[in-house]
C-alpha cells in the first residue's frame, strides 16, 4: 500500500517547481496547477517568471519559507492522493496562518485517508 509523508522539516530540492511537486513527471500541468490551487501556492508560483519551470535556487529550497516548503510537501501529497497520510509534526515550524491552511486542506482532501 502506497503512503505519503509530510515531515516536520519540509524538503525541496535542486530543480524546478514541477520536479519538486511531481518528480517523475507523472502529471499534467493542469493537474499540477490545481494541487497549487489547493495547497494555497497558485498566486506564489503565477508570479514566477517561468512559472512551473521556475527554479527552486538552492538545493535545500532556502529561499521559500518554512511555511512555503510545507506547502510544497501538502502540493506533492495532494498530487499522489495516497490512501494513507502520515504527519510527523507537520506543522511544527510555521507559522498559525499556515497552520490553519494546512490543517483545513487536510481536512477537506485527505477525509477519505487514514491520517
Not at 493542469?30 to 494541487?35: G, H, L, N, S, V
Not at 508560483?45 to 521559500?64: H, R, T
Not at 498530487?79 to 494546512?102: F, G
Amino acid at each position: 500500500m502506497k503512503l505519503s509523508i509530510i515531515p516536520q522539516e519540509p524538503t525541496l530540492f535542486k530543480g524546478s517547481v514541477r520536479t519538486n511537486l511531481d518528480p517523475l513527471g507523472l502529471y499534467s500541468d493542469d493537474e499540477i496547477w490545481e494541487a497549487l490551487d489547493k495547497c494555497q501556492l497558485m498566486a506564489t508560483i503565477s508570479s514566477l517568471p517561468n512559472l512551473l519551470d521556475s527554479s527552486v535556487m538552492s538545493a535545500e529550497g532556502e529561499n521559500w519559507s518554512a511555511g512555503q516548503r510545507q506547502l510544497f510537501c501538502l502540493g506533492r501529497v495532494l498530487l499522489k492522493r495516497n490512501k494513507i497520510l502520515v504527519l510527523d509534526e507537520a506543522t511544527a515550524s510555521i507559522d498559525s496562518a499556515t497552520d490553519a491552511i494546512l490543517q483545513r486542506i487536510i481536512r477537506q482532501e485527505f477525509s477519505e485517508c487514514t491520517h
